[in-house]
């Protein structure tokens, strides 16, 4: 089963970014294919082929209670033929409780970009890279928010597109920001 760890935004976070993400015009560009935003989340580790009950207990004894970032949509990039919006921890201890959370769902942090795909390039064989849609670097920072848990998803392919199942949730400790406020009192 192929499996990737992930953090999902809220349904406000995402709404933001869904009525930002419409005014660039992706639906009727030819060139682009956006990315449905009921996938939108944020890969902290891809596992590819793995054992998902092996995986989840592993998961599990790592990650629960690890402190959670307080983050953000804000910006825009891209990889080739890839256009996404960045995510963006609101502090240097919630961009340290983020890279935890990469090492502990068994990514790399030193090579993780934060981030959401927003759309990737139409396959198309013999074509010149995808400039992208204009005003895609214009979008505006999105709310804060705080996730209460990593997911570890499957990922299979229909025939109408990918298909994202959470096979297991661990639940995340304070955000960091508030726990340092606490370690302070």
Do not use: N
Not at 63 to 69: E, F, T
Request: aromatic letters at 6%.
């Amino acid at each position: 089963m192929r499996l990737f760890t992930a953090l999902w935004p809220p349904p406000d976070a995402v709404s933001a970014l869904r009525a930002d993400v419409a005014g660039l015009g992706l639906d009727d560009d030819p060139a682009w294919r956006r990315s449905p935003t009921a996938r939108w989340h944020v890969t902290l580790a891809f596992h590819g082929e793995d054992e998902p009950g092996r995986r989840a207990r592993e998961l599990q004894q790592r990650a629960a209670g690890a402190p959670a970032p307080r983050l953000r949509i804000a910006g825009t990039g891209e990889f080739p033929g890839v256009l996404w919006a960045g995510v963006e921890p609101a502090g240097p201890s919630d961009a340290d409780a983020l890279a935890g959370l990469v090492a502990l769902a068994g990514g790399a942090p030193d090579r993780f970009v934060a981030h959401l795909t927003l759309a990737r390039a139409a396959r198309r064989r013999g074509r010149a890279a995808v400039p992208a849609p204009a005003g895609s670097r214009d979008l505006p920072a999105g709310p804060w928010w705080t996730p209460s848990e990593v997911l570890l998803v499957a990922s299979r392919g229909t025939r109408s597109g990918l298909v994202y199942e959470p096979v297991h949730r661990v639940a995340l400790g304070l955000s960091s920001g508030v726990a340092d406020d606490v370690a302070r009192r």
